[in-house]
């Protein structure tokens, strides 16, 4: 059975779109159960979700259990064999379950499957990176990923080279729609709740491949993916400052044991400076979108 995990704040419409895509395209030949962890909404998503999808089993928060740690409440009442963390943000296509469980299915080495993530103008969006090692995240600083960014070296992070028409091994989909065995949740537990927003995919994803399985992408499995539901209602700047600092955090876990001090250093500022650029540009763009 497959497991569809979704963690919902304030995005009601989205989420309603959601669910109803599931509804008309369920998984062929799989019996299928849908979770949803709502983090204390105040635009009336609990209230549709009873009215309008009764058999969707709902967790109300009483607060904001945040994204890593909703994620986790939904695996732990999932029941499924097959666990699919999915943002309420997207609309399935007629064939996108069916597609990622037979992949999954074909590919008895893959603990994790992401799938194409198509933006609302039809363009495929870029949704797959690799680690962000100390190297990786220094050629990105220093805008060698962007110069050489077919490069298996320089732009081995943010991957803009990536071929999304083919099937491929990877380190981190988005974790908008990441399916995984339950046998990789049984193995290396739920999510990091030390990365409430960002990086809890890309830790769970460092610690899959830490213990043996593959991820992969695969093209054939296609959703529509409207993008930042929740994210756009909190200040630009503030994410971008929560994105970077769960970065380091990130490095922290998982790097800093094998860096000198001097290079784990120099990392940490090579992120931080990320940042300032990021957060300089989003009040610079902002300005000129002022009356």
């Not at 983090?39 to 009215?51: P, Y």
Request: with cysteine; net charge neutral; hydrophobic share 40%.
């Amino acid at each position: 059975m497959l497991s569809i995990c979704i963690v919902n704040w304030n995005t009601r419409d989205y989420l309603s779109a959601c669910l109803e895509s599931i509804e008309a395209y369920p998984p062929a030949d799989e019996a299928c159960e849908t979770i949803v962890v709502d983090n204390a909404s105040i635009d009336g998503s609990v209230e549709m979700l009873r009215a309008r999808f009764p058999s969707v089993v709902l967790i109300a928060n009483a607060h904001n259990a945040g994204y890593a740690g909703g994620n986790n409440q939904a695996l732990a009442a999932a029941t499924g064999d097959r666990l699919l963390l999915l943002n309420p943000d997207v609309v399935l296509e007629a064939a996108t379950l069916t597609r990622a469980l037979e992949f999954l299915d074909t590919h008895p080495d893959a603990g994790l499957v992401g799938a194409r993530q198509i933006q609302p103008d039809g363009a495929t969006q870029h949704s797959v990176r690799g680690f962000p090692a100390p190297a990786a995240i220094t050629w990105e600083v220093l805008g060698l990923g962007r110069l050489f960014p077919r490069s298996r070296r320089f732009a081995s992070y943010m991957m803009r080279g990536f071929d999304y028409d083919r099937a491929t091994e990877v380190d981190q989909p988005m974790g908008t729609f990441l399916l995984a065995r339950r046998e990789v949740y049984d193995a290396i537990g739920g999510m990091d709740e030390s990365f409430p927003i960002f990086f809890n995919e890309v830790d769970w994803c460092y610690r899959a491949k830490q213990a043996g399985w593959k991820i992969y992408y695969t093209p054939d499995a296609r959703l529509v993916h409207y993008g930042g539901g929740s994210t756009r209602q909190a200040p630009k700047p503030a994410m971008i400052r929560e994105s970077h600092r769960s970065m380091i955090r990130f490095f922290d876990k998982h790097y800093r044991k094998t860096m000198s001090p001097l290079a784990y250093r120099l990392a940490v500022e090579a992120i931080l400076a990320g940042e300032a650029i990021r957060i300089a540009r989003a009040q610079l763009l902002g300005r000129k979108r002022e009356p």
